[in-house]
């Protein structure tokens, strides 16, 4: 089991990113892997919508059974050929350089940036993208590989309202999805990251729960509309329905909006932070006057 971690001496600010359409245009399925199984996308998604109805089944599971299902024949579904389509996957403009850079920024204002996946994608095909390393941990959907090494099983589903459970452990340190100590209770003073000090960046209603969720304790939401069509409809309405606080093109090059909305969170940070000590030192002094 992953060890926990602890508070730091510095604050740290967690970014939380959903995949698809927020660092990246489309659906990860949809980038090759559909195509390589003989399928016409919309006719896909329309197959896998109807096997959840039918049955009364997770739409996650649903696209997962179809994705090894429809396979047979055409491609082995083992791990390193999800990686090889995930490496297909094309990004927003300026993401490959993003999470080093905030990380520097975070780093000079005295603040720890640590950058996380939250997705209903899969796992393994966001490990086969050039940022896989960049995040402290990937949480996403992912498989159980046989034996052989074949995707047979679903290890992991993550949907819309489960996201929220990732949010906690990022809170508390406690990263591995099996440690049951997320439900324990931690002093205020414990809490690795505060909500206030996380930021959740989504692009439509399946993110709106840890979107409401991280607005609810002081934290920031953001929501993302690709750049190339500008359609802003989706980000209107989160924001009209207090879903998210602010609303940015999913540019993440330097000196985009998205840039300056994250170093002015980080500059917040390191302010609160600064004056939240400073009121704990003199709370403590005063009770130890008595």
């Known amino acids: 089991m992953e060890p926990r971690r602890s508070k730091e001496s510095q604050p740290v600010l967690a970014i939380c990113y959903d995949f ?16 390589a199984v003989g399928y016409d996308v919309e006719k896909f998604w329309q197959d896998a919508t109807k096997l959840a109805n039918d049955n009364a089944m997770d739409s996650n ?35 490959e350089q993003w999470f080093s850079r905030i990380r520097q920024y975070g780093a000079q204002q005295g603040v720890i940036v640590e950058h996380y996946i939250i997705s ?17 941990k990937i949480y996403a959907s992912s498989f159980y590989f046989n034996e052989r090494g074949v995707a047979e099983w679903p290890a992991q589903a993550v949907n819309f309202t489960n996201k929220t459970q990732f949010l906690f ?24 990251v505060p909500f206030r000090n996380m930021v959740y960046i989504g692009d439509s209603s399946t993110d ?20 190339a069509s500008a359609n802003k409809q989706a980000v209107y309405q989160m924001i009209r329905e207090n879903r998210i606080r602010y609303f940015v093109p999913a540019d993440y090059t330097a000196k985009s909006p998205m840039d300056t909305l994250i170093k002015t969170i980080i500059n917040k940070t390191a302010a609160y932070e600064r004056l939240e000590e400073i009121s704990i030192n003199n709370q403590k002094e005063a009770i130890n006057s008595l």
């Open 20 to 35: 698809d359409k927020t660092l990246s245009p489309n659906d990860m399925q949809a980038q090759g892997y559909i195509q």
């Open 120 to 136: 209903s994608g899969l796992k393994e095909m966001i490990e086969g993208t050039p940022v896989a390393n960049q995040f402290e």
């Open 61 to 95: 599971l649903a696209y997962m059974y179809m994705m090894v299902k429809e396979a047979q024949g055409y491609i082995i579904p083992n791990r390193q050929a999800l990686q090889q389509y995930g490496a297909r996957i094309q990004l927003f403009p300026g993401v």
């Open 208 to 227: 709106i729960p840890c979107m409401k969720l991280v607005n609810s304790y002081g934290g920031h939401s953001i929501g993302v509309y690709d750049p």
């Open 169 to 192: 452990r990022i809170s508390k340190g406690v990263l591995d999805i099996n440690d049951p100590g997320v439900n324990e209770y931690f002093a205020p003073e414990d809490i690795r």
